[in-house]
């Protein structure tokens, strides 16, 4: 079990567009793995490679209660997206405490390659179709507070510039 670092914006990392994955080898299985064991510590529903700053399309997604049913998105590509659009509420890792409206289509298929290489097509809806789009902007190098108002990121880029300067402030304290 490994744990990765998730970057944190407005780490300029975050805005890297990932590469697609050439071949599904044992590295790839590796950052897989470890993604998982990071998105579930971090009590979250997915994550995106980017975030743990490996550009790869490598997306890891579980919105099920039990915490047991991963999707793996290798390669994902929307092939269908509803004309329903709804306004829902994200978080995300890279911007922890913060939570903002954004629209999203209500439903999407998403193509992909899975762990063990073979291409398969899902189609998603609810909270899974929203974290599916969140994550695929991510590999894009697009984090969703760029959705909101100039003054609204604005807000969050000082306010995550203040909690680091603590943390670091903490942290030298405690040396
Ligand atoms: O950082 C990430 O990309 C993961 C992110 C995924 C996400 C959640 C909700 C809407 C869109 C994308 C999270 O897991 S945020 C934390 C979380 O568990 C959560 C937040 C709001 C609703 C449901 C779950
Ligand atoms: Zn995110």
Redesign the pocket.
């Known amino acids: 079990m490994a744990l990765l670092p ?1 970057l944190r914006y407005p780490d300029p990392r975050l805005n890297k567009i990932a590469t697609a994955v050439d071949e599904v080898d044992a590295r790839v299985r590796r950052l897989i793995d470890d993604m998982l064991d990071t ?1 579930y510590a ?7 490679a980017t ?1 743990v700053d490996e550009h790869r399309r490598v997306i890891v ?1 579980d ?1 099920s209660e039990e915490r047991r049913s991963p999707l793996i998105l290798i390669n994902p590509e929307i092939v269908w997206r509803s004309a329903d659009i709804v306004l ?8 922890p405490a913060i ?1 903002d409206k ?1 629209e ?1 289509h209500s439903a999407v298929t998403v193509r992909a390659l899975d762990r063990g290489g073979s291409t398969f097509e899902r189609r998603v809806e609810g ?1 899974t179709a ?2 599916v ?3 695929m902007d ?1 590999l894009l190098g697009k984090v ?1 507070v760029e959705y909101l108002s100039p003054l609204k990121r604005e807000r969050i880029r000082s306010k995550m510039a203040k909690r680091t300067r603590e943390e670091q402030q903490e942290q030298r304290h405690r040396a």
């Open positions: 998730i998105m971090a009590e979250g529903v997915g994550l995106a975030q997604i919105t829902g509420e994200e978080g995300c890792l890279s911007v939570y954004v999203r909270l929203v974290c789009q969140h994550e991510h969703f």
